[in-house]
């Protein structure tokens, strides 16, 4: 079996592995990126693409930003839609800060496109995955390629490979423990060629269920409705999946739809689940094989990204100066931060969509608690806070 010496071995080619990858070759650490899955699959995943600003700066400070600079759509304000009526946050007025929609297979293109030109190594289609001796001092990843075995000896792991990856179940059990929410409703996506409902995204509560009316660019809009866990993609054509959007947003908006046929449709599950800690000896975890959020609060990607951020502090340290103390706190303060985003999610989630099976008394608190939204700046502003991303911590 041939073997290969490296220092850090990241497994899975999604935005978190990348950037990872991305930051540590311009810091002269030599890391290699393993990936099941092709370039051609990685690159065609339908991901969102909300970004806050310090997702933005990292992306700058690692050099992929330029087309994201010039593309992106900035958005100082977000909308919430209930009561027949649109409630605008303006988040900029409210922290200073905006969002940016940028779509995630934008940010992967650009980050394997930096790789490729930087000439560092990404091993796609690797199968039969697996991570051993992450309990010691002398870790290794092993894979199937063309038929053939490989092995990868290295320093540390960097477990970037989703909620299914191989890294987070090759923990023992009893090193670990998980903490899951499953929540009894999907989204059901659209993605279409037509020109966004509004300049900003916005979301909409309604007796119907929640609603939200984003893009990812000037003419191609991505929208969504909460639906049943039980229903199917065959169960929504265009034309109901239009009306019903209709339905739930705000009369003016609703005027102002412009449909058209669905370029990609799909239904995705909500969870709230953390893994902790996200550090096993040489083996650390980040992105979503250490936690999920709803959609609702645009914290996915954003999440990962300060995960990278923290990770890639603690390995810089650890080659340019023998420290292990950015290593040591990693868990601490990527879990911080993840519990904050989690409980943020959590909270947009309970507010804005409808949970029938609890009864018209939750209804109405989740009614009573948007209008005190609309009428409280405080309220706006601990929103805004939270909606733009909290600072990462020194």
């Known amino acids: 079996m041939p073997t290969t010496r490296i ?16 930051i540590l070759h311009r810091a002269g650490v030599d890391a290699v990126i393993l990936e099941q899955r092709s370039a051609e699959y990685v690159l065609g995943r339908i991901r969102a693409g909300v970004l806050e600003e310090g997702t933005v700066e990292l992306l700058t400070r690692a050099d992929v930003a330029d087309r994201l600079h010039a593309e992106a759509l900035v958005h100082p304000g977000v909308g919430i839609a209930f009561g027949g009526a649109r ?12 969002m940016y ?30 991570v051993h001796g992450f309990d010691g001092a002398r870790p290794s990843v092993r894979w199937v390629k063309d038929g053939k075995p490989h092995e990868l000896e290295c320093e540390f792991i960097a477990g970037c490979d989703g909620y299914h990856g191989v890294c987070r179940a090759s923990v023992p059990g009893t090193a670990i423990r998980t903490f899951e929410r499953e929540y009894p409703f999907g989204w059901l996506g659209i993605l279409s060629e037509t020109p966004p409902v509004d300049l900003e ?76 800690p996200m550090r096993f000896g040489r083996l650390f975890l980040a992105g979503d094989a250490a936690h999920i959020v709803p959609p609702t609060g645009a914290k996915g990607l954003n999440l990962a990204a300060s995960d990278v951020h923290y990770l890639s502090e603690g390995l810089i340290e650890w080659y340019r100066s023998g420290r292990k103390d950015g290593l040591d706190a990693y868990s601490r303060r990527a879990l911080s931060r993840v519990w904050d985003a989690e409980r943020f999610s959590w909270w947009l989630t309970r507010l804005l969509h409808r949970f029938p099976e609890e009864g018209e008394f939750l209804w109405k608190m ?10 409280s700046r405080a309220a706006q502003s601990a929103f805004a806070e939270n909606y733009v991303g909290l600072p990462f911590d020194d």
Not at 10 to 19: E, F, Q, R
Not at 87 to 98: F, M, P, V, Y
Not at 107 to 123: Q, W
């Open 7 to 22: 220092q850090v071995a990241i497994v899975g080619a999604g935005p978190a592995g990348l950037l990872l990858g991305q």
């Open 87 to 98: 409630l605008r946050i303006n988040l900029h007025a409210l922290t200073g800060k905006s």
């Open 101 to 130: 929609v940028y779509g995630q297979t934008e940010i992967t293109r650009d980050l394997m496109e930096a790789r490729a030109a930087a000439g560092a190594k990404t091993i796609y289609e690797a199968e039969r995955v697996s």
């Open 201 to 276: 995204l916005f979301y909409a509560s309604h007796e119907r269920g929640f609603a939200l009316c984003s893009m990812r660019s000037t003419t191609r809009s991505r929208c969504y409705v909460q639906v049943p866990l039980a229903d199917r993609v065959e169960d929504w054509p265009d034309e109901r999946f239009w009306d019903e959007l209709r339905r739930r947003i705000d009369p003016d908006a609703a005027a102002k739809i412009v449909t058209g046929p669905s370029i990609e449709k799909s239904i995705a599950p909500l969870r709230s689940f953390v893994a902790e």
């Open 366 to 375: 989740q009614q009573a608690e948007l209008d005190h939204l609309g009428r």
